[in-house]
C-alpha cells in the first residue's frame, strides 16, 4: 500500500516539478554537537545538516497540497536519502562555533529531478568523483568478419582482416559523452604504449585491461565484448534481420573494483549485412550504455552522499600496538572517516578498507598532517581510490630516493665509458652492462611503469634541470629525462614486501615472468617496475610485482 502511495505522491512531485524553475536557491542552518572539542568535524556535521534542509525546503514549496500533507514524511525521507545529489552548488553565510554547538548557516542552490538524467547535476557529482578519464575496451565480431576485432592488438590489420573502430564501441561512447562524461580517445595508443602478448586478447582479463588502462591515463575502464549474427530471414525476401549482444562491465583502474555490469540486445532489419549486423550492435550497445551509466551513478551517488570506501595500505608494521593505535586516530580524529574494515595482515603490511565522506587526496592530506604519538608514519603513495602509508618498519618500502634518484651535481666528472672489450666481460646473467640505465618518461609513484634499457649520451647537469640524454635500445631513439636507475641482480634477501625492483616482461610461463633466455631479448624486450606485493610464493619461484608473478631470476633491484 505504501509503495502505491509513494509513486502516486512522487508522481505528483514531478509534475509539480514541471512548473517550476529547475533549480531553486535557499538559506538553510544546520547544527552539530563539538564532541571530544573537534570542530572541524563538527563544521562538517552541520554543513550537511544545512544540505539536507536546503533540500527539504525545496521539495516542501513543490509539495504543498492539503490532500499530501499527511503523507509529506515518506516523500521527504525518499528524497533526503540522496540529498546533496541535488545539491549544485552552495557557501557558508556564517558559521557560530561555540564549545557545545556549531551552526553553520548556508546558501545553496537545488536543483530537482532524476540525476541519472541532469546533467548539471551529473556534473557536480563527477567533479566530486575528480572527474574520471573512461576507456573503452570492447572487442567485437560484426557479421562478415572471422574474428573478434580490438584496438589493443595494436595494428589496423588483424589475422588478414581490416578493421577500424568498433561499432558498439563508437554507440557507447557517444552516449557517455552525452551524459558529460570524460572518455579517453583510444586512437592514440597505436603504436605510443606497450601492451604485453598476454593481454593481446579478445577475452581479456581484469588485469590485463587495467594494465592498459595505467598506460592510457584512464581512472575507469569499461571493457566487454560484443556479437552480431544474422537472424531468421523471409523466403525469398531481399530485407534479412539481424540481432546482436554485447555484455560490458566498469572497472576502477587504481583497485580494480566493480563500478557496474550491463548487458544489451539489439534487433535491426536492412538489405545489407554489414549495415544490418552494425545497427544492431549499436542499438545493444546503446541498452547496456544506459544500464551501466545508471549503476556507476548510483555508485557515485552513495559516496558522495553516505561516504565510499577508500583502500588504505599500511607498511612497515613492525609492532602490532602501533598499528592498532594508529587505526585508532584514523577512525577518531581524521574527518570524515566513518568506519575501517581490516582486509588482511600479513608480513608487516595491511590492507584496510576507510569508508570516509571524502576522497583519498583528503585522506593522505589529514593524514600527512596528523600526530601518531611519536609512530613515524608517511604518505608513500595515492591515487583516486587508494592511499599507501609507512609506520617506519621493517618492510617499509625503500625510500623516495631510491625511486627517483637526484642527478649526480654538476661539477661531478662521469666515470670514462669502459671499453667494448671491458663491458662484455661486465654482462651479468640478464646482459645487463656495467654502464647501463633503465629510464622512463615519468616517476615511479604507485603501481607499476614501463622501464627500457638505455645508454647515457650526456648526464644530468642544473643547466640541463636535471635530465639526462639517453639512447634507448628498443626503439634506438634518444630521449631526455631525469628518471633513470641503474640496477644490480635481486638477491633473496633484498625480495620483501614493499621492496622497489624491476621485472623482465618479455618471457611468460605459466602465468610468471621468468628471466630473459638471451641477450637480444633481454637488452630490447620490455620491462617494468613496481614494489613487490606478496612473497607467500616465494618457495615456489615467484614473488608478486604490484598484481603480477615474476620469477626471483628475473627481477632487478634500482640503486642509486
Not at 542552518?29 to 536546503?54: H, P, S, W
Not at 552516449?175 to 602478448?197: H, P
Not at 556507476?296 to 608494521?317: D, F, M, Y
Not at 620483501?496 to 616482461?505: M, W
Request: hydrophobic share 40%; proline share 4%.
Amino acid at each position: 500500500m505504501k509503495k502505491g502511495i509513494l509513486f502516486f505522491l512522487l508522481a505528483i512531485l514531478f509534475s509539480y516539478s514541471q512548473s517550476f524553475a529547475q533549480s531553486q536557491d535557499v538559506t538553510a542552518t544546520g547544527v552539530a554537537a563539538v564532541l571530544q572539542g573537534d570542530k572541524a568535524i563538527a563544521r562538517d556535521t552541520a554543513i550537511n545538516d544545512a544540505l539536507r534542509k536546503a533540500v527539504e525546503q525545496a521539495v516542501g514549496t513543490m509539495v504543498s497540497s492539503e490532500t499530501v500533507v499527511e503523507n509529506y514524511q515518506l516523500i521527504r525521507d525518499s528524497i533526503l536519502t540522496k540529498s546533496q545529489g541535488y545539491i549544485q552548488n552552495y557557501k557558508v553565510v556564517s558559521e557560530s562555533p561555540s564549545p557545545e554547538l556549531y551552526q553553520v548557516t548556508i546558501s545553496a542552490t537545488v536543483k530537482l529531478g532524476d540525476l541519472k538524467n541532469d546533467l548539471g547535476a551529473l556534473g557536480i557529482l563527477m567533479q566530486r568523483a575528480q572527474k574520471p578519464r573512461v576507456l573503452f575496451m570492447i572487442a567485437e565480431q560484426n557479421i562478415g568478419q572471422e574474428f573478434y576485432m580490438f584496438w589493443w592488438h595494436g595494428k589496423s590489420e588483424f589475422k588478414g582482416q581490416h578493421y577500424d573502430m568498433a561499432a558498439s564501441e563508437t554507440a557507447l561512447k557517444e552516449e557517455f559523452l552525452n551524459k558529460g562524461f570524460n572518455v579517453v580517445d583510444s586512437s592514440v595508443a597505436t603504436g605510443k604504449i606497450e601492451v604485453s602478448n598476454a593481454y593481446r586478447i579478445a577475452d581479456l582479463t581484469d588485469a590485463g585491461a587495467i594494465s592498459v588502462g595505467r598506460q592510457m591515463g584512464a581512472e575507469v575502464i569499461v571493457k566487454g565484448k560484443a556479437l552480431a549474427k544474422e537472424g531468421p530471414r523471409n523466403t525469398g525476401s531481399k530485407v534479412g534481420s539481424y540481432i546482436a549482444d554485447i555484455t560490458t562491465s566498469a572497472l576502477r583502474v587504481d583497485n580494480g573494483a566493480v563500478l557496474g555490469s550491463a548487458r544489451g540486445h539489439g534487433v535491426s532489419r536492412n538489405i545489407s549485412e554489414v549495415t544490418g549486423g552494425t545497427e544492431a550492435l549499436e542499438k545493444a550497445a546503446r541498452e547496456a550504455s544506459g544500464k551501466i551509466i545508471d549503476q556507476i551513478v548510483a555508485k557515485w551517488s552513495g559516496e558522495v552522499s553516505g561516504g565510499g570506501l577508500i583502500q588504505l595500505t599500511v607498511r612497515g608494521i613492525s609492532e602490532y600496538s602501533d598499528f592498532v593505535k594508529f587505526k585508532d586516530i584514523i577512525q577518531g580524529q581524521i574527518r570524515g572517516v566513518q568506519a575501517i574494515y581490516q582486509r588482511s595482515l600479513e608480513g608487516g603490511t595491511a590492507v584496510l578498507d576507510v569508508e570516509m565522506k571524502g576522497n583519498a587526496q583528503q585522506l593522505s592530506d589529514e593524514i600527512a598532517k596528523k600526530s601518531f604519538g611519536g609512530i613515524p608514519v608517511k604518505v608513500i603513495g595515492a591515487s583516486a581510490n587508494t592511499v599507501e602509508v609507512s609506520l617506519g618498519g621493517a618492510s617499509a618500502p625503500p625510500s623516495k630516493v631510491m625511486a627517483e634518484p637526484s642527478p649526480p651535481p654538476a661539477a661531478q666528472t662521469p666515470p670514462p665509458a669502459p671499453t667494448k672489450t671491458a663491458v662484455a666481460s661486465m654482462d651479468d646473467r640478464h646482459w645487463i652492462q656495467s654502464d647501463d640505465y633503465f629510464t622512463s618518461d615519468r616517476p615511479y609513484e604507485h603501481g607499476w611503469i614501463n622501464v627500457s634499457l638505455s645508454k647515457i649520451k650526456q648526464p644530468p647537469t642544473d643547466k640541463s634541470k636535471g635530465e639526462g640524454q639517453f639512447f634507448r635500445l628498443h626503439d634506438s631513439k634518444d630521449i631526455w629525462t631525469k628518471y633513470f636507475w641503474k640496477t644490480r641482480l635481486a638477491e633473496e634477501a633484498d625480495l620483501q614486501v614493499g621492496t622497489l625492483v624491476i621485472c623482465f616482461e618479455d618471457n611468460g610461463h605459466d602465468d610468471v615472468y621468468q628471466a630473459p633466455e638471451d641477450k637480444k631479448s633481454a637488452r630490447t624486450g620490455r620491462w617494468f617496475m613496481g614494489r613487490v606485493t606478496d612473497t607467500s610464493d616465494l618457495y615456489k619461484g615467484a614473488v608478486q610485482v604490484d598484481t603480477y608473478k615474476c620469477s626471483p631470476q628475473a627481477l632487478r633491484i634500482p640503486i642509486k
